[in-house]
């Protein structure tokens, strides 16, 4: 088969996937999430024993995440990536189900405001944005996941969402070993030059947003969670980050 009649049937996949995911409703029925006292607000792991009282638990830390130098500053999560959310995931990633993934994002911002009771902090003036995905798996898929969720989020708290930061194309985050993964250059960076580097707002005063909701799928081993963080401490500062994902492994 030449190269072009591949190149257009992949083409068409992808523009089939994006007509049906836009007008399908959700493919799927989605689990409950987690109750908020279910995993560390601090690193998103799992809570292992009710021993550990709440202050300990949403001031310092963990066990796993003790006295470890997150970039975040808080996780917010709806479960672990087990067969129920992960077909939810999978189900965004791969099957384009774009109304799914805004269902996710109102939970996700849903769950995040029921944590706001347990912190002292509001978020007067935030910003919502979302991890991103290299420009060529976006035309592959079809789909922009991370982006599609945060959109959800953006609507569901009212706050405006900012794609801006770019991630240069690299190996299939899946393929790689754990060690590999942490590994890794720096892939993600502040995209120079975006639409909203000319915001007004942001050009007169750089700590004008004082909370970033950090938007993705799955948080594994948290480096893209980091390089995130420190692309987008690199151009605003020090705000406080919160990372809201759908699934921790
Ligand atoms: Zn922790």
């Known amino acids: 088969m030449s190269s072009i009649l591949q190149h ?38 799992p809570r292992l024993g009710v021993f550990e009282s709440e202050n300990y638990f949403e001031r310092l830390g963990c066990r796993k995440c003790y006295g470890v130098c997150l970039a975040r500053d808080r996780t917010i999560r709806l ?56 420009l060529a798996r976006r035309v592959e898929r079809g789909i922009d996941h991370a982006r599609e969720i945060a959109v959800g989020v953006s609507k569901a708290l009212g706050i405006s969402m900012a794609r801006c930061l770019e991630h240069d194309a690299g190996p299939v985050q899946a393929m790689l070993t754990r060690a590999d993964r942490q590994s890794r250059a720096q892939r993600i960076r502040w995209k120079s030059a975006s639409k909203w580097e000319f915001d007004a707002r942001l050009a007169s005063d750089r700590q004008a947003f004082e909370t970033i909701f950090l938007v993705d799928d799955v948080l594994t081993t948290g480096s893209t969670a980091a390089q995130a963080c420190a692309a987008i401490r690199s151009r605003l500062g020090a705000p406080q980050i919160v990372m809201l994902v759908v699934a921790t492994t």
């Open 79 to 134: 479960g672990t990536y087990d067969n129920r959310w992960r077909e939810a995931i999978l189900a965004v990633k791969h099957g384009g189900d774009r109304a799914l993934a805004r269902e996710l994002g109102t939970l996700l911002a849903r769950q995040w405001q029921q944590t706001i009771v347990a912190h002292s902090f509001i978020a007067d003036s935030a910003v919502v944005i979302p991890i991103p995905m290299p």
């Open 8 to 45: 257009a049937i992949r083409l068409l996949a992808v523009a089939e996937r994006q007509i049906l995911g836009s007008r399908s409703g959700r493919s799927i029925s989605l689990p409950t999430p987690d109750s908020i006292c279910a995993w560390c607000h601090r690193c998103g792991a």
